[in-house]
């Protein structure tokens, strides 16, 4: 089993930035992918980033030039470094590894 325990979330105004972090443990790998999904209140979960082994990235369009995904495999931590938030942010913002989720963190953008 894999462990992922997300963390730095937070309320926040428009324009403001953020850094969601995920610590995975267990029976972890540097050869996941590594992924981000966000879920709004009343809405389905979507997907927002991911990351491979290798360091390649891919975006939900709406994020794509304010968001970037990294990760440190030795720390098996995944990042989202999330600039220029708006509200249509808010949301709660999951790490999934494989078939492995985690319990979220609420982000809060403000207008």
């Known amino acids: 089993q894999v462990q992922l325990v997300e963390s730095g979330g937070g309320l926040v105004q428009a324009g403001d930035s953020l850094r969601l972090s995920c610590a995975a443990s267990g029976r972890t790998s540097s050869k996941y992918v590594m992924d981000w999904y966000r879920q709004a209140p009343g809405k389905e979960r979507e997907f927002v980033a991911a990351i491979n082994w290798s360091g390649g990235t891919y975006y939900q369009e709406s994020v794509k030039g304010r968001f970037t995904v990294a990760r440190d495999n030795a720390e098996h931590t995944v990042y989202l470094q999330m600039n220029a938030l708006k509200p249509e942010d808010t949301a709660i913002y999951y790490c999934?590894?494989?078939?492995?989720w985690g319990q979220g963190t609420q982000v809060t953008v403000s207008s």
């Open positions: 999934k590894v494989d078939a492995y």
